[in-house]
């Protein structure tokens, strides 16, 4: 057995992120302490998020996605999660690694709103987002129908807005407005009326973040398929 005394240096973190991917066989890790897979343009992770302290000798699992159906500068932490501070590992001090991260890494995958191994059908996705609820965060708000868009699966894309809308229009005016206005739906139908484009931005995010060798799968309830 290893026997982890040592701060979060490199080699300790690299150990780590082994431990955890023998956990969660579909994922890999691209950086150390990231774990990740993707399904359509849907990256999802877990970060064994680092925190700065004087020891440095702690890590903080967590959960959360994104959309490379989007363009942006870095990977956004859409519905992160973290554990609850009630079990013994929402923080994992590394000379306690050995003695959680297994039951760390069970809860995250019981917890997790979005599963992380096995397949993933648009519905899932979509009852992941839909059970999460920021304030007037318009990346929740759009990404499910925009994966849906992606996947060529009009009906389910519509389906998906029309349930945004309803909360789209619920928000103050000034949100609304910095995302469109009066034109945010009509933007989103242009979206989905042309998945082409999104399948070309998903291509350019994933060079960009460089992630051509994270896992990929398809969607299981749709036709198209990537490649």
Not at 16 to 42: H, N
Not at 103 to 111: D, F, G, Q, V
Request: aromatic content about 12%.
């Amino acid at each position: 057995m290893v026997i982890i005394k040592d701060r979060l240096s490199k080699g300790v973190q690299n150990l780590v992120t082994k431990q955890w991917l023998e956990f969660f066989p579909e994922m890999k890790s691209i950086i150390r302490m990231d774990l990740m897979r993707r399904v359509g343009p849907l990256l999802i992770c877990i970060e064994l998020e680092r925190h700065c302290n004087i020891l440095q000798h702690q890590y903080w699992p967590c959960f959360f996605v994104h959309n490379l159906a989007r363009e942006f500068l870095s990977l956004t932490t859409m519905l992160k999660l973290y554990l609850p501070t009630w079990t013994d590992c929402k923080y994992i001090n590394i000379e306690n690694h050995l003695g959680v991260y297994q039951k760390a890494a069970r809860l995250i995958k019981e917890e997790a709103p979005i599963p992380l191994d096995g397949p993933i059908s648009l519905d899932q996705v979509f009852k992941g987002y839909s059970n999460f609820q920021p304030s007037y965060y318009i990346d929740w708000l759009e990404d499910s129908l925009l994966i849906a868009a992606w996947a060529g699966e009009k009906k389910k894309a519509y389906q998906y807005l029309d349930w945004a809308e309803k909360i789209f229009k619920t928000w103050p005016e000034t949100a609304q407005e910095r995302h469109g206005g009066k034109n945010w739906r009509a933007n989103l139908v242009a979206k989905i009326e042309n998945p082409d484009e999104l399948r070309e931005i998903t291509h350019t995010e994933v060079i960009k973040h460089k992630l051509e060798k994270v896992p990929y799968q398809d969607f299981i309830d749709v036709e198209y398929k990537e490649g």
